[in-house]
């Protein structure tokens, strides 16, 4: 099992520029996140799906949008990148029921830089 | 709403020392609460967590944790610090049917040889 996978591993911007990160898991989830990562900030969540076809806001959503495209797959799109969204994402997913319930397993992580 | 405090964004000791990583929450209802571990350049790893039943938990690596409601903490320990125990720290809490996770802003570990 390769676990949490996500593409790529490190992006540079320039400001205004769009992208999609990519996120896959293996291990049949039904729940999916993507967070970003700031120093002193902890982790945010932007977006969440609990199910294929449905996503839902977190925390920091403006400035992104997200596709559950299938049960394995979530990608996060910056339409017009700004310097602000310099950061660190995360995607994660998590088991709906069973013993490991609520336990997010998380990707490696896209460090993206907007200049 | 649910929230976390972490107390302490920096925490030092020394090789063979007690290791305590604090954490307070706040939840109207009985949470669900973690500890989770990033290594330099890593994702997040779950270290130990807390759903119901004995409020002591144990880890991953030697770390456990208590639950005490009336303290509203989930503080970390471990009674031997080594050095492949550096790393940032995360606490998170999360409530019963909601899988979305409220992190810390987290502790940096450091272990001094």
């Known amino acids: 099992n390769a676990g949490v996978t996500q593409t790529p591993k490190f992006q540079v911007l320039k400001t205004g520029q769009s992208m999609t990160l990519q996120c896959a898991q293996d291990m049949n989830h039904n729940s999916m996140y993507w967070y970003r990562q700031d120093p002193g900030m902890g982790l945010r969540l932007i977006y969440y799906s609990a199910s294929e076809g449905t996503t839902d806001k977190g925390e920091v959503p403006n400035g992104y949008n997200v596709s559950r495209l299938n049960k394995r797959e979530f990608s996060l799109r910056l339409e017009s990148a700004a310097p602000s969204q310099t950061s660190v994402y995360f995607c994660?997913?998590?088991?709906?029921?069973?013993?490991?319930?609520?336990?997010?397993?998380f990707g490696p992580g896209t460090r993206l830089t907007v200049l | 709403a649910q929230s976390v405090t972490q107390l302490g964004s920096h925490v030092s000791v020394s090789e063979g020392a007690l290791v305590l990583l604090r954490c307070n929450y706040s939840s109207s209802v009985p949470p669900y609460l973690f500890w989770y571990v990033q290594y330099p350049n890593q994702g997040l790893q779950l270290l130990l967590k807390y759903t119901t039943g004995a409020t002591l938990v144990k880890g991953i690596n030697g770390f456990e944790a208590e639950f005490k409601k009336s303290e509203t903490s989930f503080h970390l320990t471990k009674p031997s610090a080594h050095m492949s125990d550096a790393a940032e720290y995360f606490c998170?809490?999360?409530?019963?049917?909601?899988?979305?996770?409220?992190f810390g802003t987290g502790t940096r570990l450091t272990i001094i040889p």
């Open positions: 994660a997913s998590s088991a709906t029921t069973g013993s490991k319930y609520n336990e997010q397993f």
């Open positions: 998170a809490v999360s409530l019963f049917g909601n899988e979305k996770l409220t």
